[in-house]
């Protein structure tokens, strides 16, 4: 069975948002990574998971949310 893996980083930066659609759009699974010591972070996750669902056209794709800094939070 051959996978094929792209990983693509766009900081969460709102100037890529416009194209962050693309990226996702016949993504199989997504990885959503927000910064465990910034609260601000984890609130925009909301914003993201509405996009995939808005521009996403595969419907049983998986979706997992991981904590990234963890070693900064005391």
């Keep these: 069975m051959r996978i094929k893996l792209q990983i693509?980083?766009?900081?969460?930066?709102?100037?890529?948002r416009s194209v962050t659609?693309?990226?996702?759009k016949n993504a199989a699974a997504v990885i959503l990574v927000y910064d465990?010591?910034?609260y601000h972070?984890?609130?925009k996750l909301q914003s993201w998971l509405d996009d995939i669902e808005k521009h996403s056209t595969v419907d049983n794709r998986i979706?997992?949310?991981a904590a990234s800094k963890c070693?900064?939070?005391?």
Excluded at 8 to 16: N, P
Excluded at 71 to 74: G, H, K, P, R, Y
């Design 8 to 16: 693509w980083d766009t900081a969460g930066e709102e100037r890529f």
């Design 21 to 24: 659609p693309m990226y996702y």
């Design 36 to 38: 465990q010591s910034n």
């Design 41 to 43: 972070s984890f609130e």
């Design 63 to 65: 979706l997992a949310i």
């Design 71 to 74: 070693d900064l939070i005391q």
